[in-house]
């Protein structure tokens, strides 16, 4: 990651910092942030008075709210097409930071590289984590206690008594251990698993415990009970959940996915449940949205979700104090805080 100052294809000073220097006359050249919310709804921005922006709201409509040319910080709309949350940015020439609402980048980064240098991109890191790993324990918990059985089995008026899985004295591995993989080991604290592993791209040790090495994947995975995905998607996890990969989960084991849904190989994860090898729960798919018709909705042992791990009522406080907190930073000069990657 660079660390160079920030910059754009045009001058800019924060309104205090000339006001300051030049007198009550000078005119100061406004720069436009957009955003997803009003900016009347997120406490804590930055007064256009003292900083010189313009608040420009957009979320994806078919007309923009102002000339993108004088969009220095790009909020990309939540949940939106990449179609779509893609189409101003070649237009933003002097655009300074983009900022995503979702804790990968993968939706704007193919179009990231077209932009001019200095330009930083910044996850939501902070955002989701709460509500991420929740939806995971949940899936989890579902997936081990037989809870869609339950529901057909109301729907049936049938009763599906029985001893099911517990949590309890599993083996679990999570494989990214991140913000939200940190998260979700939190979270697995109180539910007396037998062992809970890490995983990172590169082995080091937290204030938690040890983190394992991507590479030591093939002899942690017949280990685990449960294997929880939370790693980014990148070029080198697109693809990481393969046939290889599967073959060597053990018997009755259950993958959890709340990563992105390239991360696994549809076809190889079709084969193991189709024979009954392994379970899954699934936050994420690929394809996504999963179409009509696609033999992942009926496959035994697959349960789903629509993509809803950050889309809960965290979603909104947060994704907002991070807004107002990266623009003070902006305003005031500073960096912002989360780059994952700087424009060269």
Known sequence: MRSTPLRTARPWTPASAAASTAGPSLVVMTTDIWLPFPADEIPGLPSPADSGFTYRLWDGEPEYPADP??????????????????????????????QTLSAGTDSVEAAIGGLHSGVRL???????????AELAIALVLASLRGLPRFVR?????????????????KSVLIVG???????IAERLAPFECARVVRVARSARTTAHGEVRALSEMPSLLPEADIVILSTPLTDGTRGLVDAGFLARMKDGALLVNVARGAVVDTAALLAEVNRGRITAALDVTDPEPLPSGHP??????VLISPHVGGSTSAFLPRAKRLLAA????????????HVVLTTE
């Open 177 to 183: 251990y991140g913000a939200i993989g940190g998260a």
């Open 326 to 337: 990266q623009l003070q930073r902006l305003a005031a000069g500073d960096s912002p805080d």
């Open 296 to 301: 992942l909705w009926h496959a035994p042992g």
């Open 153 to 169: 089995g109301q729907d049936a008026e049938e009763w599906h008594a029985g001893f099911y899985p517990a949590l309890a004295d």
């Open 122 to 132: 910044c996850n939501a890191r902070g955002v989701h984590e709460a509500s991420t």
């Open 69 to 98: 040319e004088d969009c220095v910080f790009y909020t990309v709309p939540y949940l939106e097409r990449v179609e779509t949350v893609i189409r101003p940015l070649s237009r933003m020439r002097s655009l300074r930071v983009v």
